[in-house]
Nanobody, 114 residues
Framework: VQLVESGGGLVQAGGSLRLSCLAS????????MGWYRQAPGKQRELVAR???????NYAESVKGRFIISRDNAKNTVSLEMSGLKPEDTAVYYC?????????WGQGTQVTVSS
């Protein structure tokens, strides 16, 4: 499974961004997809995750601000981010779970200025 993210960038606090991730390869094996982020000096953390059945879960810090969606026909997962805060600044990684394996994209930088 290969994952390619797009859509990161620089935005002012309160603004919005949309991240997208395109999956290719053995996509039939994917159970769930998600977004993680890693800020400098911090551990990578889950932002949002969506299963094949559409069940979602979010980090408490982004609930009500971020929405994850998945288009199985297009093999994409997106993250709509609104009400962005400086503490949302991080490299965002797309992930795909396939059995016991987790695959990662290369990451896309999101920077929120105050």
């Amino acid at each position: 499974v290969q994952l390619v993210e797009s859509g990161g960038g620089l935005v002012q606090a309160g603004g919005s961004l949309r991240l997208s991730c395109l999956a290719s390869g053995n996509i039939i094996s994917i159970d769930a997809m998600g977004w993680y982020r890693q800020a400098p000096g911090k551990q990578r953390e889950l932002v949002a995750r969506i299963t094949n059945r559409g069940s979602t879960n979010y980090a408490e810090s982004v609930k009500g601000r971020f929405i994850i969606s998945r288009d199985n026909a297009k093999n994409t997962v997106s993250l709509e981010m609104s009400g962005l805060k400086p503490e949302d600044t991080a490299v965002y990684y797309c992930s795909a779970d396939a059995g016991v394996w987790t695959f990662w994209g290369q990451g896309t930088q999101v920077t929120v200025s105050s």
